[in-house]
């Protein structure tokens, strides 16, 4: 069982940056691929970024590479995504997920945290 919790969230004008954070409970973080996702009103849940277990391979979207980078540190059981040159376009509740050990879906989700970029 993997518990997780968002923090970072808020308000920031166009070209600002903010950085998420994502705490979880449990030994076993470190086995676990995460995700950063993101969701507006009306449209499904986009994952943004991911990153695999040893950090050795990571993945982001089109509309966010080479502007977020995500991050972990298995010692302090946290997930990062670090958000520069934000666009409106990026405002959206955003969700860090556990995906499963022997499974591609994504089984463990945070609260989420409002992210909200000024124009």
């Known amino acids: 069982q993997v518990q997780l919790v968002e923090s970072g969230g808020g308000l920031v004008q166009a070209g600002g940056s903010l950085r998420l954070s994502c705490a979880a409970s449990g030994r076993t973080f470190s086995r676990y691929a995460m995700g950063w996702f993101r969701q507006t009103p009306g449209k499904g849940r986009e994952l943004v970024a991911r990153i695999n277990w040893s950090s050795g391979s990571s993945y982001y979207s089109d509309s966010v590479k080479g502007r977020f980078t995500i991050s972990r540190d298995n010692a302090m059981n946290t997930v990062y995504l670090q958000m520069n040159s934000l666009k409106p376009e990026d405002t959206a509740v955003y969700y860090c997920?556990?995906?499963?050990?022997?499974?591609?879906?994504?089984?463990?989700w945070g609260q989420g945290t409002q992210v909200t970029v000024s124009s």
């Open positions: 997920a556990a995906r499963g050990l022997n499974s591609d879906d994504y089984v463990y």
